[in-house]
Nanobody, 128 residues
Framework: QVQLVESGGGLVQAGGSLRLSCAASGSFFSGYFMAWFRQAPGKEREFVAALTWSGSTSNYADSVKGRFTISRDNGKNTVSLQMNSLKPEDSAVYYC?????????????????????WGQGAPVTVSS
């Protein structure tokens, strides 16, 4: 099992940057496929970015591609989301998610139901 705790959320003006971090406790963090999702008020949780256990392959939602970067440090048991050129529509609660996947078998990584572990969420507000 793994426990996830996000940090780094806050208020930023449009065009600014924020960096979210997700600290994982538990065993074998390097075997987990990691992702970030977000959920705005009244909307469904949506996929933002994902990263394989090795960090070699990343995927992004079209809405954040070119602006957000997901990364991980398996030595420190952390995964981060660097968010640049933020827009008001990026405002949401951001969640870190994980699923055990040492063999890169995750199929539908954009679907929240694919993940077994979730953090408590970090709110991000982008003002116009």
């Amino acid at each position: 099992q793994v426990q996830l705790v996000e940090s780094g959320g806050g208020l930023v003006q449009a065009g600014g940057s924020l960096r979210l971090s997700c600290a994982a406790s538990g065993s074998f963090f390097s075997g987990y496929f990691m992702a970030w999702f977000r959920q705005a008020p009244g909307k469904e949780r949506e996929f933002v970015a994902a990263l394989t256990w090795s960090g070699s392959t990343s995927n992004y939602a079209d809405s954040v591609k070119g602006r957000f970067t997901i990364s991980r440090d398996n030595g420190k048991n952390t995964v981060s989301l660097q968010m640049n050129s933020l827009k008001p529509e990026d405002s949401a609660v951001y969640y870190c998610a994980a699923i055990w996947d040492p063999n890169n078998n995750v199929d539908n990584y954009t679907n929240p139901v694919s993940y077994h572990y979730w953090g408590q969420g970090a709110p991000v507000t982008v003002s116009s």
